[in-house]
């Protein structure tokens, strides 16, 4: 996987082995006692006749786990192509339900930052009860205004929360390759997986290449008047706080909050970045979720996060483009092929039967109105067809699908009549005309 994400070209730093033994005893202990309380439910249940809710024990023993288990935990209810669609909808319900940072710890990694004045009222606003604007397990959000006026969006990295992530993430890469080894899971990249998704964790520690990736996604959208990406300032920034433009007015808002042209709008203009991202930049947002995209009038559009970018490489852009154009014109044998080239197959996959089921699945979706298209569906199918043939494609082509589907809630909630495949040729065309201008400058 090739991202802007990872502070370490190697990966995640080793652990020690002293805190690894003291941490996997703890994981034990949780997991123990989390055991006995799954066996009391299951008790219970042969008694009443009621089916013990064993998603909801997931659930909370994930959260128990800590930090990196939810967001590792986060990131997999993403992934269908990797779980069937009911495991993701579990995991989708997980929420990072924390503390915001204690006042006292507050006060040491902002002064580095912003100064002893900006950091006082931050932190006396903290003391007397004041919530931030987002409360998670790497980070917490506040927004205070400069001694120079401006206001501003103030990203805390949780003290600590290095050391933790790094030494869960170990462990949980380290049990991906003892498992892999189990009856049924030979051939399975689960070390690899565990290694991608570990590693993108533990990217969303790296402020520095954050604020980079949003000052790129600015950039490359300037051109878009009606989608807003916070200016950075950089001078203000430290490796533990990320300090952004703060943009007013932002909040979730329903669909019947805004009147028929308003929605239209504001899914043109976030549909409209991401085919940029996707087809020309190369930088793609892959967490468009309602808490860092805002839909609403004024400005259409507001992405304010960058933790979870992914940066497609060249042939990644091209492969991807290529697959949306097939399907786009129903040409399900060239999408097969495209699927093929970029996944790993194990010993004895039935490619042929592969490409029947991808033919069928373009067959049934091609033609179909735009309001009718669902493309969680299409993905789904899709992702399933690859596990049942075990094909595990790489994250380079799933990610551009991924960021798709996060939209596609939106898409449909606020404006279902758009057509997002119709929507996506000029931005295509535009993609193809450049890569062949590109090619034909490298041969001559």
Not at 4 to 28: D, F, N
Request: proline share 6%; net charge negative; charged share 25%.
């Amino acid at each position: 996987m090739t991202t802007t994400q990872s502070p370490h070209p190697t990966g995640i730093p080793a652990v020690k082995t002293g805190p690894l033994v003291r941490r996997l005893a703890e994981i034990g202990a949780i997991l123990a006692r989390r055991v006995a309380i799954l066996a009391v439910m299951s008790a219970r249940s042969v008694f009443t006749g009621r089916r013990a809710r064993t998603d909801t024990w997931l659930l909370d023993t994930i959260t128990a786990l800590g930090p990196a288990f939810i967001k590792v935990a986060q990131m997999l209810s993403t992934r269908a192509d990797l779980l069937p669609p009911r495991h993701c909808r579990t995991l989708a319900a997980l929420h990072d339900t924390v503390l915001p940072i204690p006042a006292r710890e507050l006060a040491p990694v902002l002064e580095r930052a912003l100064g002893p004045e900006t950091t006082r009222t931050l932190v006396v606003t903290a003391e007397h009860g004041g919530t931030p604007m987002a409360s998670g397990s790497i980070a917490c959000v506040y927004r205070t205004t400069l001694p120079d006026g401006r206001d501003v969006a103030v990203k805390v990295r949780r003290p600590g929360i290095e050391t933790t992530l790094r030494t869960d993430l170990t462990i949980m890469r380290r049990l991906g390759g003892l498992v892999k080894h189990l009856p049924g899971l030979r051939g399975v990249p689960i070390a690899e997986i565990m290694t991608q998704l570990g590693d993108a964790v533990y990217a969303q520690l790296d402020f520095a290449t954050e604020r980079r990736n949003l000052a790129s996604l600015r950039a490359n959208l300037v051109e878009y008047d009606a989608v807003r990406v916070p200016e950075v300032y950089d001078e203000l920034c430290t490796d533990d706080v990320l300090v952004m433009e703060y943009l007013p007015g932002l909040r979730r808002r329903s669909p019947d909050e805004l009147s028929e042209e308003d929605r239209t709008e504001a899914v043109l203009a976030a549909l409209h970045a991401v085919y940029q991202m996707l087809f020309h930049d190369g930088l793609v947002h892959c967490d468009l979720h309602p808490g860092n995209l805002y839909l609403g009038p004024g400005a259409r559009a507001a992405i304010v996060d960058a933790g979870f970018t992914v940066r497609l490489t060249q042939d990644a852009q091209d492969k991807f483009s290529t697959f949306f154009y097939y399907m786009s014109v129903g040409k399900g044998e060239k999408c097969a092929e495209v699927v093929l080239s970029t996944a790993t197959a194990r010993s004895g996959t039935d490619e042929d039967g592969f490409r029947r089921e991808i033919v069928e699945l373009i067959e049934t979706h091609t033609g179909v109105a735009a309001a009718d298209f669902d493309l969680i569906h299409f993905a789904t199918s899709l992702f399933d067809i690859q596990r049942r043939y075990n094909l595990y494609a790489d994250p380079q082509f799933v990610f551009p699908i991924l960021s798709l589907l996060v939209l596609e809630g939106a898409v449909r909630d606020f404006a279902p009549d758009i057509d997002f495949q119709d929507e996506a040729i000029p931005f295509l065309a535009g993609a193809m005309i450049s890569r062949t201008l590109q090619l034909h400058r490298q041969r001559t």
